[in-house]
């Protein structure tokens, strides 16, 4: 910001983003901060390539005006983007209630006990489309290599792993087969005892040939028949 006796100015730069071909506008502030009317007017080195609305006006007392400027759409880049372009604005003070009517060259000139307030600004070209940050590589582009490095290191413990999980199983499969086994063999045992005394009971049914005993020896022969088979789908 530039500061005078009559009127502040912000900024003091005129920052155009520059496209090829293409119209660029920017603006800047005048505040009075007197309780005077204040006429301003703004000169350019180079008149053909700005418009600049107003080119002159008045700032009322304690009030702000603002300026846009407007550059033309240029075929050419200036080598490295520098601009030698200049502004320049006038400040004088005016009889109060003036108009932009009552606006004359002759305000501004500079003669004797009248004060003429100057400000120089230049021109700056920005990339209307600046080129977005390249980020750094992130964790995930790397991410590839470390997770294959990681497999391939955690490799032997997952074997290893693997290998006992199979060890295991296998123990406790034999201990399984090692039980049904054993309960097959005295199913067997049993199956083998329970016939025996299914024949003894039939010698016995033989010999004494009472019909009487004959059907509760047919029940026990049944419930025996019935213990016996049960016993041998089980197994």
């Known amino acids: 910001m530039s500061t005078g006796d009559y009127l502040d100015l912000h900024p003091s730069e005129l920052k155009f983003p520059f496209e090829l071909k293409k119209q660029s506008t920017c603006s800047f502030q005048l505040t009075n901060k007197t309780d005077q009317y204040i006429a301003f007017k703004v000169k350019t080195t180079n008149p053909k390539k700005y ?6 006006g008045i700032v ?4 702000v005006c603002i300026v846009t400027v407007t550059m033309q759409a240029q075929k050419e880049a200036p080598l490295d983007m520098q601009c030698k372009d200049k502004f320049l604005l006038q400040a004088v003070v ?22 003429v ?19 750094e590589e992130s964790e995930e582009g790397s991410s590839p290599r470390a997770e294959h490095g990681n497999h391939n290191s955690s490799g032997p413990d997952v074997a290893t792993r693997s290998v006992e999980t199979k060890e295991k199983l296998s123990k406790e499969l034999l201990a399984l087969i090692s039980k049904l086994t054993d309960e097959k063999v005295a199913a067997v045992k049993v199956n083998q005892k329970l016939q025996q005394e299914l024949e003894l009971l039939r010698k016995e049914v033989v010999k004494t040939g009472s019909g009487g005993y004959s059907i509760l020896f047919l029940v026990l022969i049944g419930i025996i028949s019935f213990v016996v088979g049960y016993l041998i789908k089980r197994t």
């Not at 418009?51 to 002159?56: H, I, K, M, T």
């Not at 109060?96 to 305000?107: L, P, S």
């Not at 307030?117 to 980020?135: D, G």
Request: hydrophobic share 35%.
């Open 117 to 135: 307030e100057e400000f120089k600004l230049r021109v700056v070209y920005i990339p209307a489309n600046p080129p977005s940050p390249v980020p």
């Open 51 to 56: 418009c600049v609305r107003p080119n002159n």
């Open 94 to 115: 005016a009889p109060n209630g003036a108009t932009v009517k009552d606006i004359t060259a002759d305000m501004f000139n500079k003669e004797d006990n009248k004060v």
């Open 60 to 63: 009322l007392p304690r009030s």
